[in-house]
C-alpha cells in the first residue's frame, strides 16, 4: 500500500464546478504539499500545510492531521485550471524527505 | 530570474554512456533533491542534500551519484546509462529542517532522459 493516496485518479469536470481532490497518506508527517503539473511543464507548488487550512485565488487546502487526510478545492473551474495535481509528504523526523502520491489529472471543459 | 534551473531540458542517451544532469538554484537554499517521475509510479526521490558536503540517498538512487560541493549546485551522474533510466528528472530546492516550515519546495523545468 502506498504511504500517500490520491483520489480520484482521473477527473474531468464542467467549467464553474466546485473541484475536490482528495489526499490521505499512513506515516507521521511534519507537513503536506499540494502541487500542480501542466502537461509537459514543470511543478510548482501551490500551498504547504501542517495544520488547519489555506485559501489562495480560487484554491483552497485542508489538512486533518488527526484523520491523516487533506483535500484541494477549486472553485469556479475554468479550463485553465486542467493540471495533474500531486500531494505529498514531509516525512515526519526526515527533515525534508518527500513522499508522493501518484497524482490527480484534473480535465476542466469550457 | 530567482529559481531552480536544470539543464539539459531534453537529452537521448546509448546505454553505458555516463553523462551528468546539472541542478543550479539561486535562493541560498540548504536542501536540494532529485526526483524521477515515471507513467503510474509518481515521483521518487533519488538523492537529496542539506547542505554543501552533505548528500544521502533516496528511495531509488542505484544508478546514480551526487556530489554538493557548493551551495548553488548539486549535480546528478549518471555513470552508465540503462534503458530502465528513461524518465523525467525534476530537481528541487528548499529551505532545510523544522525551521522550514512554513517555506514550500522550488522544482526545476525538468529533463527528459531517453536511454537507447
Known amino acids: 500500500k502506498n504511504e500517500v493516496e490520491q483520489s480520484p485518479q482521473n477527473l474531468t469536470a464542467q467549467e464553474g464546478e466546485f473541484i475536490t481532490i482528495n489526499c490521505s497518506y499512513s506515516?507521521?508527517?511534519?507537513?503536506l504539499h499540494w502541487l500542480q503539473q501542466h502537461p509537459g511543464g514543470g511543478i510548482v507548488s501551490l500551498f504547504m500545510?501542517?495544520?488547519g487550512k489555506k485559501k489562495h485565488g480560487r484554491l483552497i487546502a485542508t489538512i486533518n492531521i488527526q484523520e491523516k487526510h487533506s483535500s484541494l478545492h477549486i472553485t469556479a473551474s475554468h479550463p485553465r485550471d486542467s493540471a495533474v495535481y500531486i500531494c505529498?509528504?514531509?516525512?515526519?523526523?526526515?527533515?525534508?524527505?518527500?513522499?508522493f502520491g501518484a497524482g490527480t489529472i484534473l480535465r476542466v471543459k469550457s | 530570474n530567482a529559481g531552480v534551473t536544470q539543464t539539459p531540458k531534453f537529452q537521448v542517451l546509448k546505454t553505458g554512456q555516463s553523462m551528468t544532469l546539472q541542478c543550479a538554484q539561486d535562493m541560498n537554499h540548504e536542501y536540494m533533491s532529485w526526483y524521477r517521475q515515471d507513467p503510474g509510479m509518481g515521483l521518487r526521490l533519488i538523492h537529496y542534500?542539506?547542505?554543501?558536503?552533505?548528500?544521502d540517498q533516496g528511495e531509488v538512487p542505484n544508478g546514480y551519484n551526487v556530489s554538493r560541493s557548493t551551495t548553488e549546485d548539486f549535480p546528478l551522474r549518471l555513470l552508465s546509462a540503462a534503458p530502465s533510466q528513461t524518465s523525467v528528472y525534476f530537481c528541487?530546492?528548499?529551505?532545510?529542517?523544522?525551521?522550514?516550515?512554513?517555506?514550500?519546495?522550488?522544482f526545476g523545468s525538468g529533463t527528459r532522459l531517453t536511454v537507447v
Open positions: 505529498a509528504v514531509d516525512l515526519q523526523g526526515h527533515g525534508n524527505k518527500l513522499v
Open positions: 528541487a530546492s528548499s529551505y532545510s529542517g523544522q525551521g522550514a516550515l512554513g517555506y514550500g519546495y522550488t
Open positions: 542534500s542539506v547542505g554543501a558536503g552533505i548528500t
Open positions: 500545510l501542517s495544520s
Open positions: 506515516v507521521g508527517i511534519s507537513a
